[in-house]
């Protein structure tokens, strides 16, 4: 009569401490009849190393040691067909003790599961055996606690990343997630901490070695780590921002104490006014898109607001477009409470937009003085249009608003002038909303009095947008009523001219050079 068939145990060591092995791990080590383990060609295995305490000394012991790690092979197939031949070699070998009735232990680090090797054999075993997996401690929470600092707290996400996507694709990943865990970063640090600074998570991430190793245990914030010292058992942490809070990371190597220089504090807060461009992801700045990134807070006209792509672990704090000043206030309270914030404004931010306002608040108020404030410049409106269009402000030129509800029309219209008879390109912003029709009639008829009716005129309007219109004409031709507050005018100067070729689009430029 035949013995009955062993079954195949997938254990989870934890992290490294062999006091971290779960009780149902160690009885199963114990009681089985051979213990398997990977290793790589130097025939060290961390697995085993972690479950020694828990062997008998009489157990079988198959060690399935990889061909091939990241070097070359002269296999036939390659790299894949070589690890591919290897797992099946490795499953064979088990499943003859399993034949035999004996019971097999797999060993695996952390969780079987988890980026673990263990899942090589369970795909092609389970099917044929019994097969049952005990979960450990994964990397990922051992870190956590060697930080001793939550990871998620409240609404906070997480997402495990492998290392081996490629900065670009990590980057993009890292900008759209709240709390992080890089797995996988020993041969790609490098890459790792460029795709963290790009996203603008470096200042919040940690790097941790051997977690849970007592004194080889190692933690220093990731941009300070040499990519050429990165061990295999390693991993990148960025925290939550409801997690993180107030609480401070421990940073230190083994029993020392932290290095001199970091922040014990509340975190220091901070306020970025940020341009958005015109309209669209496609507008954004490296540097805009990384602020906005790692930003806790984002605060802006309502619109402006909903361009910015949502992330579950920020605040977002829309309001009306009348209400700058106390936009400029909230933001900067948030700043005093440790937040790091994004005020959004279209196109730049120093163009008819928040810049201005929030420096001044900061500057007004005595409890502000320590708020950092960064500028972080965006494509503007002008720029947008004119570049669609051709490249009427090839020379100089004056940017200029219609709208009266911060100034006087008897200012504008004084400006409107000088720059007419200045022969200046002239782009005009906010040349009309609803409430607003009288003053870009008035404002023709001024220019009209210093400029010939053949001027070109560029109208941009929803640029960047699906609803994006950019239109040539003449200062004597163009229609008011056709211009809403969603537009943006170019008004030539005397030596702005329009490039027609047959087959292709009209093309206004104003030349760089000047008669005379």
């Known amino acids: 009569m035949n013995a009955p068939a062993g079954v195949l145990y997938g254990v989870g060591l934890g992290p490294g401490d062999p006091e971290l092995v779960t009780v149902k791990a160690a009885r199963l080590i114990g009681a089985a009849d051979v213990v398997a383990y990977h290793s790589a060609r130097h025939g060290r295995s961390i697995a085993r190393s972690i479950a020694a305490p828990y062997l008998r000394g009489d157990q079988i012991e198959e060690q399935l040691v990889y061909p091939v790690t990241t070097e070359t092979t002269d296999h036939p197939g390659g790299y894949e067909a070589a690890i591919e031949e290897f797992y099946e070699q490795a499953a064979a070998r088990l499943m003859a003790h399993l034949t035999q009735g004996r019971d097999v232990v797999l060993l695996a680090e952390g969780d079987p599961l988890f980026y673990s090797s263990y899942m090589h054999m369970h795909k092609r075993i389970s099917g044929r055996f019994r097969a049952e997996v005990v979960p450990g401690i994964t990397s990922v929470s051992a870190a956590s606690a060697a930080l001793a600092m939550p990871l998620v707290e409240g609404d906070d ?38 795709a963290l600074k790009e996203s603008g998570r470096l200042p919040q991430a940690y790097y941790v070695e051997r977690a849970s190793g007592g004194a080889k245990q190692l933690i220093e914030p990731a941009g300070d780590v040499d990519p050429a010292a990165v061990p295999y058992m390693s991993i990148i942490i960025v925290p939550g921002a409801e997690a993180a809070g107030q609480a401070t990371p421990a940073l230190a190597r083994g029993d020392r104490a932290s290095p001199a220089g970091l922040a014990t504090g509340p975190p220091r ?46 605040q977002r704090h829309g309001s009306d477009n009348t209400e700058e000043p106390q936009r400029a206030e909230f933001a900067l309270d948030l700043a005093l409470r440790g937040r790091r914030v994004a005020v959004v404004s279209s196109g730049d931010p120093g163009v008819f937009a928040m810049a201005s306002v929030v420096l001044e608040a900061a500057a007004d108020q005595d409890r502000f003085a320590d708020v950092p404030v960064h500028v972080v410049p965006g494509i503007t409106a002008a720029q947008a249009v004119a570049s669609l269009a051709g490249a009427p402000l090839g020379h100089d030129y004056v940017v200029l608003s219609l709208s009266d509800r911060l100034k006087p029309w008897d200012v504008i219209a004084r400006r409107l002038q000088a720059a007419a008879v200045g022969d200046f390109a002239i782009a005009i912003y906010n040349p009309a909303s609803r409430s607003r029709r009288q003053q870009l009639a008035d404002a023709l008829d001024l220019l009209l009095a210093h400029r010939d009716p053949e001027t070109p005129v560029v109208v941009g309007r929803a ?13 004597g031709a163009l229609d ?10 170019i008004v030539g100067s005397s030596q702005t001219r329009v490039l ?17």
């Open 480 to 489: 008011p009523e056709q211009v809403d507050m969603r537009c943006l005018l």
């Open 269 to 314: 807060g901070r306020v970025d006014v940020v341009g958005l461009g015109p309209a669209g992801r496609d507008w954004l700045t490296p540097e805009a898109m990384a602020v906005l990134a790692a930003a806790d807070d984002i605060v802006g006209y309502a619109s402006y607001v909903d361009r910015v792509a949502r992330n579950p672990r920020q």
């Open 500 to 516: 027609r070729t047959a087959g292709r689009p009209d093309r206004v430029i104003t030349p760089r050079r000047y008669p005379g």
């Open 463 to 475: 640029v960047g947008t699906a609803d994006q219109v950019v239109t040539v004409t003449t200062l």
């Open 157 to 194: 996400a997480l997402t495990v990343l492998p290392g081996t996507l490629g900065r670009e694709e990590l980057a993009r990943r890292l900008s759209g997630t709240g709390a992080a865990a890089i797995m996988k970063i020993s041969r790609s640090y490098a890459g790792v901490r460029e």
